[in-house]
């Protein structure tokens, strides 16, 4: 495999990963920024190019709400998990780890 074909899968799958992991940061409410940084803080970085568009996409998809607040004297937009969100969140969290546990088996991890 070439380094290129390396790198488009692994943007594949990472891509995945990020879905999850802002399903998981948004059982909380956070803003842009907050989000963003509660990603990093937990080893997830993520690119507000790639982010910002993702959250409009799940927003729109009906996985998030979202609504326009002051904060510190700033207008900030909210994000936080639908009840669809909330559902979809624990499927795919619920597939993350069979598929998981079946790539770890087939790797020879489960020894």
């Given at each position: 495999?070439t380094n290129d074909a390396?790198?488009?899968?692994?943007?594949?799958?990472?891509?995945?990963a990020?879905v999850?992991?802002?399903?998981?940061?948004?059982?909380?409410?956070?803003?842009?920024y907050?989000?963003?940084?509660?990603?990093?803080?937990?080893?997830l970085?993520?690119?507000e190019?790639?982010?910002y568009?993702?959250?409009?996409r799940?927003?729109?998809q009906?996985l998030?709400?979202?609504e326009?607040?002051e904060?510190?004297?700033?207008r900030?937009?909210?994000?936080?998990?639908?009840?669809?969100?909330?559902?979809?969140y624990?499927q795919?969290?619920?597939?993350?780890?069979e598929?998981?546990?079946?790539?770890e088996?087939?790797?020879?991890?489960?020894?």
């Amino acid at each position: 495999m070439t380094n290129d074909a390396a790198e488009k899968l692994h943007s594949e799958m990472r891509r995945g990963a990020i879905v999850l992991g802002v399903l998981a940061q948004l059982r909380e409410e956070h803003y842009g920024y907050s989000l963003r940084k509660a990603l990093a803080d937990k080893g997830l970085e993520v690119e507000e190019g790639t982010l910002y568009p993702l959250v409009r996409r799940l927003e729109q998809q009906g996985l998030l709400v979202s609504e326009w607040r002051e904060e510190d004297k700033r207008r900030k937009r909210f994000y936080r998990l639908s009840d669809l969100g909330k559902a979809t969140y624990e499927q795919l969290l619920k597939d993350w780890r069979e598929l998981s546990a079946s790539l770890e088996a087939l790797n020879g991890s489960d020894k």
